[in-house]
């Protein structure tokens, strides 16, 4: 089990806006269900926090929820929930020993007509929010992060890193923690052409194993 450290260094390199809440991962859950530091809350469903073992080695760290985490209430469901599973089971990972969240916690959309469409939280709207991915890194500690997209990868290692040319590579981090960035399952799914989707898809497999195997080097 990790030791809990006040003093330890969140491994972000773009900061919150405000502090971290204090508190257990359960307290935090209950704490963020009421948040509305941010507009975001007034039309999503409902937050979506991050799920796993509080000692997990190894965390994975999405965008934002969509449709189906919004109405569920969990994170990576639905069709891009599927194919991450589906990516995880080829790369030796379980689902059931990661602990999974978003640098977003609430749903943020454009109705059109019956469909809500996805839309990209501002840098204000991450901004705020990041302070409940910044709780989640203290209490449970990973040794390892995983960003998925775009938005994630920027949270972790800065608005210079670039996913199309770095993804699957290793970076140290503050606190003694690695980092990698890798597709995000929805980016694969939204490739317009089949022989682009298959690609990404290998690289996301590839680079999760990647991911896996650097548990051997402890």
């Keep these: 089990m990790p030791v809990r450290r006040t003093d330890w260094i969140y491994?972000?390199?773009m900061l919150p806006a405000t502090p971290a809440p204090t508190g257990s991962l359960t307290a935090l859950r209950k704490k963020a269900k009421s948040c509305h530091a941010c507009p975001l809350w007034q039309h999503a469903t409902q937050t979506v926090f991050g799920e796993g073992p509080a000692a997990a080695d190894m965390?994975?760290?999405?965008?934002q929820p969509g449709d189906q985490e919004d109405q569920q209430g969990e994170p990576f469901t639905g069709p891009a929930g599927n194919l991450l599973d589906?990516?995880?089971e080829e790369?030796?990972?379980?689902r059931e020993e990661l602990y999974l969240t978003n640098a977003v916690k609430h749903f943020k959309f454009e109705p059109r007509g019956k469909r809500r469409l996805h839309q990209r939280a501002n840098a204000r709207e991450q901004a705020i929010c990041r302070?409940?991915?910044a709780a989640e890194l203290r209490e449970v500690h990973p040794t390892r992060i995983l960003a998925l997209?775009?938005?994630a990868s920027k949270a972790v290692f800065g608005t210079r890193f670039r996913l199309t040319a770095q993804h699957g590579e290793w970076?140290?981090?503050p606190g003694g923690v690695r980092g990698m960035a890798t597709w995000h399952p929805s980016a694969v799914l939204r490739t317009p052409d089949a022989s682009g989707r298959q690609q990404r898809y290998r690289e996301l497999v590839a680079d999760l194993k990647r991911f896996t195997d650097g548990r051997k080097d402890d």
């Design 149 to 151: 997209g775009a938005m």
């Design 131 to 133: 302070q409940w991915l």
């Design 91 to 94: 790369a030796g990972l379980r």
């Design 171 to 173: 970076v140290a981090l």
């Design 59 to 63: 965390m994975l760290i999405g965008e």
């Design 86 to 88: 589906r990516a995880l």
């Design 11 to 13: 491994p972000l390199a």
